[in-house]
């Protein structure tokens, strides 16, 4: 058999030790289960622009649409702050979810029994939570046209004299197939969908919401399908997450609420994400895999990152790029284990105390539970 | 002295009981406390569109723009969902904002002693939480143009044929104004402001960015200024929501992020709001207050709504519109004995009891206690 294709793009700050271990995890199961992987390395945002002035090189951006799947550290850091707009880390990877066309993101937020304590909210609030967003990922105010800051001198009343302009623009068909996405990933879950967007304040947000209605009335009438404003829908993730089977959002909303999710299960080192497309020739989706959290400059370098949501974002890829969902739900719970054993980053660790390691460390211990 | 003019619209939903209960409050401030308030009442919202064919009455506008405060309870409810866009009962508000000016919208998340336990979060995590959430309110994607939902008939690609579009559009003058406000309350509190956009993907985020760093350096540069993406300020409200003193954030983001606030405190039901505008002849600034929460269509008429957040806002009103910061402290003082008694609406009644109460009985409490 022809081996997996990977591009892995470490990226920035923390990325590059986190895939490290990923990289262990890889090679376990080359050498234990029967897979073959052909793996190739390369340069994404803050480290691509030193090599090459660019965030991604068109080379990349190539191979990325040639692999089975793209693995992704993290890109950004203070470094580039003052770089122009145009050549941002950020912009790398926004251009690798555009032209690769990566239209639905998933999030999953699930809490691990063995850190329930850890979250800010109550045990009872989050133990055995597992709610999906998915985020629509290459529309909306992240790439609609115009953009930009101009200026605004004509305008006596406009102190400063500039104006700021960027454009949330959906079309039906974006928001059909990613509400198509939605009601399939319930359908394996727990055939709920919660829609969230403004449509009592923006227009677009009552496309939203038609367009998702008539996918599920044409499409999906089994599964059930429930519409929520999304400043309800932030309040409602805080007041009592386990309401949510899948949320299904807009870019921006998705970036945002999944983040406020994210924090619900205790620790962003936990949680991985999955960004996929069309399917290619070869019958497998599109597919970028990458930790939901960022660089964390302060900590690169140090061995205390958490190498655990760029290896689960592996275990996604084993599922959703290579139907291996038996080998996922393994290096899952070897995961599981290994975080009931104690074991723990310093981000996982709490006031109960467990067995402080580095993020290689992490890395070997998860390899051993395999 | 000339009595304080109020305008009073209750609107729809609880709107119409929680405000009854601010009417006792006020009788009580001018049978006590030597205030007079010439009163005169209003619809909005679906009341006005069922009485008027229009969510606010040109009458009712004109009223507001020479009253010395309005008092909003809520707009909306399902019977006027399927109404079209112009005259859904949030156009009403959304009215008011826009032709008052009312650019700097007050979102106060506290913590009451009484309720620490009632949180979704841990107690030591919202334990005497005191942050203010500043909202931008009357620009951005809210406001901004072109919008709407127009056909798409010439582009194969896009399936149902439709695109929605809104406009994020904020100009240097409409930031600078409203981090002024931010400013001038910070010095009046802890200090600190964090301003959250998503500068790091959107051209208006970095304008924003830059217009509040430009006020801090040039006009406050006393005032401890920081600047967060708001995904990861979603995030860390969760997270560690005392780290926070004042916010100041854009339309969108602000109504996403102060909702997540609210939910903080345990109950939406608590928390009021104000809406500020420019001074007028009088001094006095253009103002609206109304409570975080919605019109809960659900418990309306049953005597079952929280006047709380409604009567914390006319203290808001008695603060910020009429210069009686000691009236206002008195009647939240009041409020906080009625807690601390163990008086609670449904939606405050948690596992450890207390005295049941409906909202006609909590407003009896509050006013006797004052
Ligand atoms: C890094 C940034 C461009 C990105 C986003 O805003 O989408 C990040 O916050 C995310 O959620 O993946
Ligand atoms: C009712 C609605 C128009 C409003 C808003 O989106 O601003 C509400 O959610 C709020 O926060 O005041």
């Known amino acids: 058999t022809t081996p997996y294709s990977l591009l ?75 770089l122009d707009f145009s050549v941002k880390p950020e912009r790398g990877l926004l251009r690798l979810r555009k032209e690769m066309d990566l239209f639905a993101n998933l999030r999953p937020a699930q809490c691990f029994e063995a850190l329930a304590d850890f979250s800010s909210l109550k045990r009872e609030v989050v133990a055995g939570l597992d709610i999906l967003i998915l985020r629509e990922l290459t529309s909306g105010v992240y790439f609609g046209e115009p953009r930009g800051i101009h200026d605004d001198n004509n305008n006596p009343e406009n102190e400063g004299g500039r104006v700021g302009i960027n454009t949330q623009r959906y ?85 945002i609420l999944s983040d406020a999710a994210a924090m619900l299960t205790g620790s962003l080192g936990m949680l991985p994400s999955a960004s996929l497309g069309a399917k290619m020739a070869n019958g497998r989706p599109k597919a970028l895999y990458e930790p939901v959290h960022g660089s964390a400059p302060d900590i690169a370098g140090q061995g205390k990152a958490n190498p655990i949501a760029c290896i689960l974002s592996f275990a996604m890829a084993l599922r959703y790029s290579f139907d291996q969902g038996d080998a996922a739900t393994e290096l899952e719970r070897a995961v599981e284990r290994v975080l009931a054993d104690g074991v723990r980053t310093p981000d996982l660790m709490g006031p109960e105390g467990g067995t402080p390691v580095s993020t290689s460390q992490m890395g070997d211990r998860i390899v051993a539970a395999l």
Chains 1, 2 share one sequence.
């Open 171 to 255: 079309t039906s068909g974006e928001i059909r197939r990613v509400a198509r996405s939605a009601f399939e990933l319930a359908k394996r879950r727990g055939n709920k969908v919660c829609s969230m967007e403004k449509a009592n304040v923006m227009e677009s947000g009552i496309l939203w919401r038609e367009e998702v209605q008539w996918v599920h009335d044409n499409e999906y009438p089994e599964v059930e399908l429930s519409h929520m404003y999304a400043d309800n829908g932030a309040m409602q993730l805080v007041r009592n997450p386990r309401q949510f089977d899948v949320i299904v959002t807009d870019n921006l909303f998705g970036d």
């Open 8 to 82: 892995i793009l470490p990226g920035d700050g923390i990325g590059p030790e986190v895939m490290a271990e990923v990289v262990k995890v890889i090679d376990w199961f080359q050498a234990n289960r029967g897979m073959r992987f052909d793996v190739s390395h390369d340069l994404v945002g803050g480290a691509a622009y030193d090599k090459h002035g660019t965030p991604l090189a068109d080379k990349t951006m190539a191979r990325a649409q040639e692999v089975d799947a793209v693995l992704l550290g993290a890109v950004g850091g203070p470094k580039y702050d003052d």
